[in-house]
C-alpha cells in the first residue's frame, strides 16, 4: 500500500525558513516525478513546484520562485521542500504528491494524499 507521509511543518514568522519533508512508501519512489502542493482555508489546493524523476529538472509557481527549493533523495525515497523567505500568504497545509513538470497533480497513481503538514506564517 503506498503512504505519502509530509512533514516538517509549523509555525513561524515572516521572513523566517522552513524544510518540510514527504516520505513515499509502498512504491518505486524513483519512478515518479513529484510535486508539492498546498492549501489554504477556503482555496482549493494549488500547485507549488514539481522534480523530475532524477532530480535534474524542477518546476515553481511564480508565487514562490526564487524563495522556495525542492529537491530529493532517491535512495530514501523523500522529496523535500525548502522555505526561505516565508511570507503570510504561504500559509496552508502541504502535501506531496506524483506530479507532473509542470506541477499539476497525478492523483491516484500514489494511492490518496496524505495528511499534509501544516503551515503557519504570522506576519
Known amino acids: 500500500q503506498v503512504q505519502l507521509v509530509e512533514s516538517g511543518g509549523k509555525q513561524v514568522q515572516a521572513g523566517g525558513s522552513l524544510r518540510l519533508s514527504c516520505v513515499v512508501s509502498g512504491a518505486t519512489f524513483s519512478n515518479f516525478h513529484m510535486g508539492w502542493f498546498r492549501q489554504a482555508p477556503g482555496k482549493e489546493r494549488e500547485r507549488v513546484a514539481a522534480?523530475?524523476?532524477?532530480?535534474?529538472?524542477?518546476w515553481y509557481s511564480d508565487s514562490v520562485k526564487g524563495r522556495f527549493t525542492i529537491s530529493r533523495d532517491n535512495t530514501k525515497s523523500t522529496v523535500y521542500l525548502q522555505m526561505n523567505m516565508l511570507k503570510p500568504e504561504d500559509s496552508g497545509v502541504y502535501y506531496c504528491n506524483a506530479a507532473t513538470l509542470h506541477g499539476a497533480p497525478l492523483e491516484g497513481v500514489l494511492g490518496d494524499w496524505g495528511q499534509g503538514t501544516q503551515v503557519a506564517v504570522s506576519s
Open positions: 522534480i523530475r524523476n532524477r532530480g535534474d529538472t524542477t
